[in-house]
């Protein structure tokens, strides 16, 4: 993605998330360009949406968007356009078709018959495609005017299905209805009967995103099943993996009755390793139920989670009680740690909006993440997981426990009347807030002395004194305005605990 295609998207991010004006001055920080950069940013968003601008400005106040707008701006940027590839394009499909494909060979030209495009094209293709293949431990190869994709069968469909985003955005209760999706009906009626039974077997259910990779596992499954004959499969599971699967005695089962409903569907046998590729999807996967909540972990999955929690801890400057997180973080670490030795990696759909949301808690997650990987020799914990963790995080930032009531002293000319009034209002429209008195601004420094642990002061007068805390002058009818000034102030002294 390129950087203004990524500024694009923060900038829709970002005023997704406000319903009210942002100014230009705020986009500049957030963005980190200047004003002439997001004029130009928002010029080309308006201008690539048809319809009446997408993001709406008003003099003196900002920048707005359009939420209905928005809203279908996003659906029509998914609906796939046909004949329009772009170079891009062009390769991912001649990618996945080989992939599909191999180790079986296919022509050259027929790949390419239908871009009209030359040799020197093709060629270039070719060495961009090898590239991008190595990353998989594969190797396109050129022979006989043929092409085709050499490698273990584990990474050929770790290729395929990074290869196929349409499985990073599809919606599992979308598969039936959505014809735009150009799934096979009948293939996807039979997984969706294949989840349903494993769920029902181990009396769980597979939440999302771990039920689409399971879909999608099966599909390129079936995919490459009917265009390759499985004697080609040339992956063997070893004696001590079979081992290891069988002591896991319920997800082997469920793994070995699902390939066997596999075999009978495609009327076609499927060598052994299809039961372990399944079983490490299914070991790798988050799941709700009576199998999802325990506290059976291994050393390794215990360690891992407290470290997880007091790196955090130290780096937040919070003291999170390991009770509050331990068994629903370590419920995550334990898939988790199955999906990085399995090479399995789950798409976090919300990775942007967590990175904008809670940029500072992902950065730090991403720090301890690095640190875990050294400590227990782990493979590189990708940003997609250390979005999931994020959230983790983000969930104890945002409860009670540490967004504790902000002590709040209410302050006027004589300390009663208007002050009682603006009390009983704030009382109701801010349960976090904690008054912790009202007082007369004359007894200002009997407010030093006495309320030492105040965080704010709402006052109908202004102070004049040197205020050590912060102070909002607010109308004693507290208006609309004022409530909105009061809900910055208490998301700054939250953001500065």
Do not use: W
Not at 36 to 60: A, C, F, H, Q, W
């Amino acid at each position: 993605m390129s950087s203004t295609n990524s500024r694009e998207q923060k900038l829709l991010l970002f005023l997704s998330k406000n319903q009210d004006y942002v100014t230009s001055e705020d986009l500049t920080e957030i963005l980190s360009v200047s004003k002439k950069t997001v004029y130009r940013l928002i010029k080309k968003i308006n201008d690539e949406y048809v319809e009446d601008p997408l993001i709406v400005s008003e003099k003196g106040r900002g920048y707005k968007l359009d939420h209905e707008k928005f809203i279908n701006y996003q659906k029509s940027n998914k609906k796939y356009k046909e004949n329009q590839f772009s170079t891009n394009e062009r390769r991912k499909r001649i990618m996945e078709e080989l992939l599909l494909s191999s180790p079986k060979p296919l022509n050259i030209y027929q790949l390419f018959s239908n871009y009209y495009v030359g040799d020197s094209v093709i060629f270039n293709d070719e060495q961009i495609m090898s590239e991008e293949l190595k990353k998989y431990n594969l190797v396109l190869e050129r022979k006989n005017r043929t092409l085709a994709i050499l490698g273990e069968e584990v990474n050929i469909r770790k290729a395929i299905k990074d290869s196929i985003e349409i499985f990073n955005i599809i919606d599992i209760d979308d598969l039936k209805s959505n014809q735009e999706l150009n799934f096979n009906k009948y293939d996807v009626l039979f997984i969706l009967d294949q989840l349903r039974i494993i769920e029902k077997e181990l009396e769980i259910t597979i939440p999302y995103p771990y039920n689409v990779n399971i879909f999608s596992h099966l599909y390129i499954l079936l995919s490459r099943s009917r265009k390759i004959p499985a004697l080609l499969f040339t992956d063997k599971i070893t004696n001590e993996e079979m081992e290891n699967m069988k002591r896991d005695a319920n997800l082997y089962q469920v793994a070995k009755v699902t390939v066997n409903n596999t075999e009978k569907y495609l009327n076609n046998n499927l060598p052994d390793i299809e039961i372990y590729f399944l079983y490490q999807y299914l070991v790798s996967s988050r799941m709700q139920g009576s199998l999802a909540k325990t506290s059976n972990f291994s050393p390794k999955v215990i360690q891992v989670t407290k470290v997880y929690i007091e790196e955090m801890s130290i780096k937040l400057g919070i003291d999170i009680e390991s009770q509050s997180i331990f068994i629903d973080l370590a419920n995550h670490i334990k898939p988790m740690l199955n999906r990085l030795e399995h090479k399995i990696r789950v798409k976090n759909s919300l990775l942007n909006q967590i990175k904008v949301t809670y940029e500072e808690i992902f950065l730090e997650v991403t720090n301890v993440s690095k640190f875990v990987s050294e400590k227990f020799s782990l493979p590189v914990i990708n940003d997609d997981e250390n979005g999931f963790i994020t959230l983790y995080f983000a969930k104890i930032i945002e409860t009670s426990q540490y967004q504790r009531p902000i002590k709040t002293l209410i302050m006027c000319t004589t300390g009663i009347g208007t002050s009682e009034l603006l009390r009983a209002k704030v009382a109701k429209k801010f349960p976090e807030i904690e008054i912790v008195d009202v007082i007369a601004s004359r007894n200002m420094q009997l407010f030093k002395e006495k309320y030492g642990d105040v965080e704010l002061i709402l006052s109908t007068v202004h102070i004049e004194d040197n205020r050590p805390i912060p102070y909002l002058l607010v109308s004693a009818m507290f208006t609309i305005d004022d409530q909105k000034r009061l809900q910055k102030k208490i998301e700054e002294i939250y953001h500065g605990r």
